[in-house]
Nanobody, 125 residues
Framework: VQLQASGGGLVQAWGSLRLSCAAS????????MGWFRQAPGKEREFVAA????????YYADSVKDRFTISRDNAKNTVYLQMNSLKPEDTAVYYC???????????????????WGKGTLVTVSS
């Protein structure tokens, strides 16, 4: 599966952005999808993930109650709605996909086989 993230940009603190990740391929609905981010000089970190059915979602503590992950399997797209953005949310955001992840794996970036190019989110104070 090939992934293409979009929707990044410059936003003021407390603003909102919605990221999209479009996937190619016919088996999109079979993949768990995740969003990760990497700030300059920092390790890549987990942001959010969603099961293939969309029935279960997972969030990093730092974004819980501010970010929402969702998916539209008919459109082969996963979204990350980001509200109340903070300067510390500034990073390159990546979407990732994998088949067959269990709950203990879903927040670990090295468990995902497919990655899109990132989209930069910059939050100004």
């Amino acid at each position: 599966v090939q992934l293409q993230a979009s929707g990044g940009g410059l936003v003021q603190a407390w603003g909102s952005l919605r990221l999209s990740c479009a996937a190619s391929g016919r088996r999109f609905s079979s993949y768990a999808m995740g969003w990760f981010r990497q700030a300059p000089g920092k390790e890549r970190e987990f942001v959010a993930a969603i099961r293939r059915s969309g029935g279960s979602t997972y969030y990093a503590d730092s974004v819980k109650d501010r970010f929402t992950i969702s998916r539209d399997n008919a459109k082969n797209t996963v979204y990350l709605q980001m509200n109340s953005l903070k300067p510390e949310d500034t990073a390159v955001y990546y979407c990732a996909a994998d088949y067959g992840l269990i709950q203990s794996q879903i927040a670990k970036h090295n468990e995902y086989d497919y990655w899109g190019k990132g989209t930069l989110v910059t939050v100004s104070s």
